[in-house]
């Protein structure tokens, strides 16, 4: 014999009330994302850039006007670190509407700090920010894409560090030289993993942040 659960007319399972149904289509269509979420996809696409970019001039040591390869390499790491940094900002904006409206396991704080904790960090940010998405019955499908995404990009730049390292490691010029190009080549694949993490980033920071009204 099973259970009727009876959920009344503008709140979720949980009881989390909901934007009426019409203004949440209107929201959808016309509403525009945070200003952060903005940033955020912007500072995923400048880390793409960057990569690339430091790639490319590390490949024929090419300089960009006064910008070597190793300024690239320190521009692509403190993208890397902007983006983080938006990130968990954008996130504790989030959490702090979902608060407002009445969640009550959410703690904005934490949840943007934990996206600083080293390797662990990013992909429990993201199921936090699942776990919102849930109060408010929206999927999170497309976060756990992200999450994935993330793991990959996260183990081929380990495994990627771990190549170029034994490589440097060798008196011998000739290995040193297959180490450069052994890192052009991970800095592509860095590149290519990279993007496809903005990609799928994109479709996760949009569809949260209209999931979680503003208020």
Do not use: K, N
């Amino acid at each position: 014999m099973g259970v009727t659960i009876i959920v009344p007319m503008g709140q979720s399972r949980t009881g989390i009330a909901l934007p009426d149904a019409e203004r949440e289509v209107t929201g959808a269509r016309l509403g525009f994302p945070r200003l952060t979420a903005v940033l955020a996809i912007a500072s995923y696409v400048a880390c793409v850039v960057t990569t690339a970019v430091t790639a490319w001039s590390i490949r024929g040591d090419r300089a960009i006007g006064v910008v070597g390869p190793e300024q690239m390499w320190r521009i692509s790491w403190a993208a890397t670190a902007v983006a983080l940094v938006i990130t968990a900002v954008w996130t504790h904006r989030v959490a702090s509407s979902a608060r407002r409206r009445g969640v009550p396991i959410v703690r904005p704080l934490r949840a943007a700090m934990t996206w600083f904790v080293p390797i662990v960090g990013p992909p429990s940010a993201i199921r936090q920010l699942g776990r919102l998405l849930r109060e408010f019955d929206y999927s999170e499908r497309r976060l756990a894409f992200w999450m994935y995404a993330l793991y990959a990009h996260t183990a081929v730049m380990l495994a990627g560090s771990i190549v170029v390292s034994i490589g440097f490691t060798e008196p011998d010029g000739i290995a040193v030289i297959d180490a450069v190009r052994r890192q052009t080549d991970v800095l592509w694949l860095q590149a290519a993993m990279s993007a496809l993490l903005t990609a799928l980033a994109t479709r996760a920071v949009l569809h949260a942040d209209r999931a979680v009204a503003r208020t």
